[in-house]
């Protein structure tokens, strides 16, 4: 619940910020280092006051990790066909319940490891339902033209929701730790209540028009327009989104939705087949990758190198969810201008690559430096990560070959951030490999994949390259054209 605790929609488990708190403290001072048996912290709390504390900590993050990454494809093809508003409801409850659960492991006076991981087998299994609904809904109510900057200004909520997730659990993972998990837990059911009773699905359910999605302008990256291609595309009224916002409106203002005229729900692979899918969804795994190693090894990298206390690097580490913050807001503006969000995306991450080796060689030399160094590469790493999960799946979504049928949002998103949560397991899998043999080598690892996700893709930016220069040369063409028949007059 580390992401999104109080602004809803997106929500991982409350571990994952806690962890940026007790790796530190137990690599620093060690298991038990008092041997206190009244000590309340989890450096004493069976099973986890062992030398293996590590390994043990490591199972329930892979547990969720592994859970959240299988269910998340099963789970948008549950978005599609059930009310978004119950789904979403439903889910938040449940991961409500999950966590208490695990915080309650302690008043319980709980000692099993397996209580634990199937707990947070558990979570990571309902919090599934997050964040394939919220994009589906955003989605419904914005169009493409200022998709990229609406939702980079709410994506923020995802790192807002790793700070306070941070600083929730801070407040009690040296006394009494199970209210890190309770107070988040009761936290996330009252606002998944607020959902169930509040949230719109559709614009034409509050009698507002819909978005557009495509218009008979709009050119896909070979440069040819919708309405040459497929002109039905632009007239079909066909599902609650259609690409002709007129007929939409009459046709939702003259009578109430019907599940009989509804459209059909798309199929994993039908969603798939969607153009730009499955490089995205790639290039999101290696994208995640490296987020995901931030966010759990940053803190432990932080007092290893540049020697802060474990409160100080902690605090210190959420300035890399301050850069993406930034980075999500700058990557939907660029790419909502250019039209590009694979050229955008690309840029950042090439960019992203140099400035992750300079983090490391130079990074730690002053204070000032650290934070400029976290803000940028917080900016070029999370930028990527969140144009995809966001403006890039909800366009994927609604894709003009899709003719209106908005019954692809859920699946779409479902697929993309599923494979990226393949990659949020890897990373940090990875990282606790490779650091013993120096922090070096797992920088090395993450620049590797930040270039590989940039290779992935390279078809798309060539595409969309190619859509930038038609228009170009249909204008260099017209121009000459035009010169001559001057001429021709004179």
Partial sequence: MGRGVLTAPRFHPLSLSLQSQLHPNCSALGPNP???????????????DGDNYKELFGALDNAFLVAYAIGMFISGIFGERLPLRYYLSG????????????????FWDIHVLWYFIIVQVCNGLVQTTGWPAVVACVGNWFGKGKRGLIMGIWNSHTSVGNILGSLIAGAWVSSAWGLSFVVPGIIITAVGIICFFFLV??????????????????????????????????????GPLSLSGQSSV?????????????????????????????????????????????LYWLPLYIVNVAHFGAKEAGDLSTLFDVGGI?????????????????????VMLVVAAPMLFLYNH????????????????????????????????????????????????STVTAIIDGTGSVGAALGPLLAGLISPTGWNNVFYML????????LLLARVVVKEARGWCGPMARQRGSSVQLTESVMDGK
């Avoid at 889910?91 to 302690?106: Q, R």
């Avoid at 109430?256 to 039908?270: D, H, M, R, T, V």
């Avoid at 730009?276 to 999101?284: A, D, N, P």
């Avoid at 930034?326 to 995306?345: E, H, N, Q, V």
């Fill in 91 to 106: 889910g938040m409850v449940l991961s409500g319940l999950f966590t208490s659960l695990f915080g309650l492991g302690y």
């Fill in 362 to 409: 130079v990074g730690q030399n002053g204070i000032g430096t650290s934070i400029a160094m976290l803000i940028i590469c917080g900016s070029l790493v999370n930028g990527p990560y969140a144009l995809i999960t966001t403006a890039v799946s909800a366009d994927l979504g609604t894709h003009e070959s899709l003719k209106g049928n908005a019954k692809a949002l």
């Fill in 326 to 346: 930034l980075g999500g807001i700058f990557a939907g503006l660029i790419s909502d201008y250019t039209g590009g969000r694979a050229t955008t995306c690309c």
């Fill in 34 to 48: 008092h041997n206190d048996s009244n000590s309340t912290t989890w450096c004493s709390w069976a099973p986890f």
């Fill in 447 to 454: 620049i590797a994949a930040d270039v590989l996700a940039c």
């Fill in 250 to 294: 009459d046709h939702h203002s003259s009578s109430p939705k019907e599940p009989a005229e509804e459209p059909e729900a798309i199929s994993f692979l039908g969603a798939l087949r969607i153009p730009g899918v499955v490089e995205f969804s790639l290039c999101l795994l290696f994208a995640k990758l490296v987020s995901y190693t931030f």
């Fill in 201 to 238: 699905e559709y614009p034409e359910d509050v009698d507002c028009s819909p978005p557009l999605h495509h218009t008979a302008c709009d050119e896909d990256p070979g440069g040819v327009t919708t309405s040459e291609k497929d002109p039905e595309a632009v007239t079909s009224n066909e």
